[in-house]
């Protein structure tokens, strides 16, 4: 599986951004489809993660009510909308998949990750 991240930019604070990420290969093996980011200096963040048919999705505290994901398994993209943007969140973006169980953001963990995009970066400015 191939994963490719696109979307990144330059906002104000208060902005919204769209982050995009195609999948490509054995797309109908993937189950939890997300998005990480990473600041430097900082661990990397599991963002928010979505479910195979879209119906579940998991959101970090710090992002929750401002960010949404979702996935379109038919053109094998998953999105990640993101408004009421804060300096906090300026980061390099990633999104991810795995073929196993569904995965929640309070693992914060990125161990299971089997699939890694590019990053794309997300500057927000005050």
């Known amino acids: 599986v191939q994963l490719q991240a696109s979307g990144g930019g330059l906002v104000k604070t208060g902005g919204s951004l769209r982050l995009s990420c195609a999948a490509s290969?054995?797309?109908?093996?993937?189950?939890?489809m997300a998005w990480f980011r990473h600041a430097p200096g900082n661990k990397y963040e599991f963002v928010a993660s979505v479910s195979w048919n879209g119906t579940i999705t998991d959101y970090a505290d710090s992002v929750k009510g401002r960010f949404t994901i979702s996935r379109d398994n038919a053109k094998n993209m998953v999105y990640l909308q993101m408004n009421s943007l804060k300096p906090d969140d300026t980061a390099a973006y990633y999104c991810?998949?795995?073929?196993?169980?569904?995965?929640?953001?309070?693992?914060?963990?990125?161990?299971?990750?089997?699939?890694w995009g590019q990053g794309t970066q997300v500057t927000v400015s005050s």
């Open positions: 991810a998949a795995d073929s196993g169980p569904f995965r929640r953001t309070s693992e914060q963990s990125s161990d299971w990750v089997a699939y």
């Open positions: 290969g054995r797309t109908f093996s993937i189950i939890t």
